[in-house]
């Protein structure tokens, strides 16, 4: 996948490039990703790339000619139509508050592209030409205000380059993570199972389960005893349940969204059961 990034602080990315999965997939060729300034398509002396708003107002807004000419100074970029039509792997995203919000189902889409360009706002944001004729889509990465695209641009190009076939050592860990539908994690998961506990316990769209490592014992805080001493289904009872429980308490939202078993229905029972009894 190539990767680039148009903004007006290209240096926010030294370092967020250099770190781990990114940076393995980087040097391995998974990802190419490429920063571009875009102080470098002005064309006056003082590199103008905002100015004040039509119809007046607060504050400054990206203006569209640098932005336009930078992109269409990239090769290999197909029109907005083929993009749009889908008959083209490429995305060109406009990071705003205003886009569709990021989730782990948008990361895994945009994993299957060849190539993406991130646009970062700053100021009021980005003149609106640039989401109506240039962009396919406007993304947020969660209902905030940020000062700049570019921790947005970060974020995502992170989700989705972790999802690329080969960026993390283990595709099962991938696919077992919070949030991972059950479509995504599907039967690949079952396939590798080997009676193995971690294989069975994808999250099928909940909240991941708690892991822990050694020592056992940390300051007197103990590991459960079923990670321990129990057998493979037992271990694999206790994470579907630990999920629930903390799905529950923290995103009950997704309880409504993913298709429970019949033992899950069992796990929420006792779950409830020693809520209510508390
Ligand atoms: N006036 C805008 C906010 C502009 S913030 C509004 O009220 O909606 C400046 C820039 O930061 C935006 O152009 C965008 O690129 C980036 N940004 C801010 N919040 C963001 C978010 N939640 N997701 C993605 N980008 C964001």
Known sequence: MRVDILTIFPDFFRGTLDYGIIRRARETGLVE??????????????????????????GMVLKPEPIFECLESLAGVVPRPERI?????????????????????????????????????????????????????EVSIGDYVLSGGEMGAAVILDSVTRLIPGAVGNEDSTRQESFTSPAAAGEGVRATQEGRPTSTCASGGLLDYPHYTRPADFRGWVVPDVLINGNHEDIRRWRRKTALAKTLRNRPDLLERVELTGEDRELLDEIRGLQSRV
């Open 85 to 137: 039509s889908g008959s083209a792997k490429q995305s060109v995203i406009v990071l705003s508050p205003q886009g569709r919000r990021l989730d782990q189902a948008l990361a895994a889409d945009l994993s299957t592209l060849d190539r993406i360009v991130l646009i970062c706002g700053r100021y009021e944001g980005v003149d609106d030409r640039v989401s109506e004729y240039l962009a396919d889509r």
């Open 33 to 58: 990703v490429n920063i571009h300034d875009l102080r470098n398509f002005t064309k006056d002396k003082h590199r103008t790339v905002d100015d004040r708003p039509f119809g007046g107002g607060e």
